[in-house]
Every structure is written in structure tokens, then in C-alpha cells.
T-cell receptor, first 119, second 116 residues
């Protein structure tokens, strides 16, 4: 299957600082990328959907000014957690999909996840 | 909107025993169905998917699942599990639209615990 690389895998930052997480599709062009947050023993919560070259669409309850998403190219999307606080500590996972292919569904591939700890 | 229910949060099983992880969904439109596996501190890996055709779907690592439209279920099965199958398993659905932008809705996950 296709490869989605997420970096870093772990990051510890001080409260009040910002952290950037990168998500790259290594061998395909990802028209759409998704960012999820996973709480302990909980399912994945979709935070936002981003399409290359346009603004991200955030899910209800997700602060767009706190979680900045940029999808500057067909192979790269970034999530920046601004002014991080301990409650932002979580596991963040990105996902990428190819664009539409003749109306046929294209599956999503997931990155390895980033464990963010804010101290 | 879609929803996914995984009734069992945890399933303990002995090595080489069969296992079934249950998944039920709710949707007003046709859906595609997926099972993903997540190992600790890692992302999700696709086990198998149902898009159309045969309702019995075979995936990687010896897993299979059967789509039952009348019961709105997509249970995951494996005839003989290994210690290495210990992981979190997520069932997911997405609307069967001809679109590259539909999102996945996940269940809460089932932790499969395989012991010797």
C-alpha cells in the first residue's frame, strides 16, 4: 500500500509554545488529508479535512486558531498546535487519500501518529 | 450521518483460538466498510475493506469479515489467533459516494488480548 510518513513520532514541549507536525504522502499525490486526535482508550476524533490549496474544514468544536492546518502541496500537510497546553497532550494521526479516480473509491492511508506531551 | 458500534471494548482470547470482533453500523445511505488495526503508539493499518461484490471479504494476517446488510453488521473473524494479533481493532464506515472527500467514521475500538 501507499506510504504516509508523519513526523515527529514523539514530541515534548513546554506549555505556551507551538508545535508543528508534518504529514507526507511519500509515493502518491494526496488531494485530501485528514487530521485525527485520539484520546486514551477512545476512538479517533476527526479534527479537520484539508484539500490541497484550500482552507481546511474543521469539525465542530475544534478551534481553528489553535490547530492550524496547512496543505500547501499534494504531498505535505502540517498541523501546528499553537500555544499548547497540557490538555492538548494527545496522539495525533494524519491520513491521506488520493484524488478521485474515475468515480472509484480511493482508500485512506494513515501516518504512524505523533505523541504530543505538553508539560 | 453514520455511526459505528463496537460492543466489545476488550476481547480476551487464548492463542490459537478463534475470535470474532463485532461491528454494527447505522446509515441512511449505502456505505463502504473497513477494519483497521492499531498497534501501541502507531497509526492505523488497513486489514480489509468491503466496497461491493462478495459479502465475505478476506484481508491480511488471516482475517476475514462478512458484510450483512440486513443486520447492518460487519464482524471480523480469525480462525486461529497469534500473540502478535494483540492490538486495538477499529471498524469504520464511509458513505459510498463517488467522491474522494468523504470521511471515515470510526467505532470506539476493540482491544484484542491474546494470551498463551
Amino acid at each position: 500500500g501507499a506510504v504516509v510518513s508523519q513526523h515527529p513520532s514523539r514530541v515534548i514541549c513546554k506549555s505556551g509554545t507551538s508545535v508543528k507536525i508534518e504529514c507526507r504522502s511519500l509515493d502518491f499525490q494526496a488531494t485530501t488529508m485528514f487530521w485525527y486526535r485520539q484520546f486514551p482508550k477512545k476512538s479517533l476524533m476527526l479534527m479537520a479535512t484539508s484539500n490541497e490549496g484550500s482552507k481546511a474544514t474543521y469539525e465542530q468544536g475544534v478551534e481553528k486558531d489553535k490547530f492550524l492546518i496547512n496543505h500547501a502541496s499534494l504531498t505535505l500537510s502540517t498541523l501546528t498546535v499553537t500555544s499548547a497546553h497540557p490538555e492538548d497532550s494527545s496522539f495525533y494521526i494524519c491520513s491521506a487519500r488520493r484524488g478521485l479516480r474515475g468515480g472509484v473509491y480511493t482508500e485512506a492511508f494513515f501516518g504512524q501518529g505523533t505523541r504530543l506531551t505538553v508539560v | 450521518a453514520q455511526s459505528v458500534t463496537q460492543l466489545d471494548s476488550q476481547v480476551p482470547v487464548f492463542e490459537e483460538a478463534p475470535v470474532e470482533l463485532r461491528c454494527n453500523y447505522s446509515s441512511s445511505v449505502s456505505v463502504y466498510l473497513f477494519w483497521y488495526v492499531q498497534y501501541p503508539n502507531q497509526g492505523l493499518q488497513l486489514l480489509l475493506k468491503y466496497l461491493s461484490g462478495s459479502t465475505l471479504v478476506k484481508g491480511i494476517n488471516g482475517f476475514e469479515a462478512e458484510f450483512n446488510k440486513s443486520q447492518t453488521s460487519f464482524h471480523l473473524r480469525k480462525p486461529s489467533v497469534h500473540i502478535s494479533d494483540t492490538a486495538e481493532y477499529f471498524c469504520a464506515v464511509t458513505p459510498a459516494l463517488n467522491s474522494g472527500y468523504s470521511t471515515l467514521t470510526f467505532g470506539k475500538g476493540t482491544m484484542l488480548l491474546v494470551s498463551p
